[in-house]
């Protein structure tokens, strides 16, 4: 019976303090006006590391071996926004032979992942192929503000479909 009266002492100590600490001091900054209430405590929170952060999950580089004639290319590569705001991508080139396909919207939310899809258009002539797309971001970082994806390989008529 004492643990379970100390839990619950030790429980509310925990809720005060975080009240005290945190927005319960916002309580004592209110006036009549409840906006300024909210923008006190948006005062506090430091805007500085708000920013989108590009991560990409892979290689920006993809190398196919041989491949079949007329079967399909298509490859993701997969970036996720491990920023803490919305990350905004744009397609700026790309190879004439190669359809990109980006996420609806071209916004990745904090914490999501999405695929810059490459996929080949015609796959019917033999021999090798290199294909690239060449994506912009708002990301600060400058080695992130631009991405340039490419997929190369070799097509032929007896090709194995291997990756």
Avoid: C
């Amino acid at each position: 019976m004492k643990s379970i009266i100390a839990y619950i002492v030790l429980a509310l100590v925990a809720v005060l303090t975080g009240i005290g600490t945190g927005w319960g001091f916002g309580l004592w900054e209110y006036s009549d006006d409840k906006e300024k209430f909210f923008q006190n405590q948006w005062a506090r929170i430091d805007s500085s590391n708000v920013s989108p952060q590009l991560s990409l999950l892979g290689s920006k580089d993809v190398q196919l071996k041989e491949l079949k004639q007329g079967a399909p290319v298509i490859h993701d590569f997969v970036i996720k926004n491990i920023g803490t705001s919305d990350l905004e991508i744009k397609l700026e080139d790309q190879s004439s032979n190669v359809e990109v396909i980006l996420p609806d919207g071209q916004v990745v939310l904090p914490g999501r992942t999405f695929p810059v899809t490459l996929k080949l258009r015609n796959t019917s002539s033999a021999g090798e192929f290199e294909e690239f797309a060449l994506i912009s971001t708002n990301d600060p970082s400058e080695e992130r503000k631009q991405l340039r994806f490419s997929i190369s390989g070799t097509l032929s008529e007896n090709g194995k479909n291997r990756p």
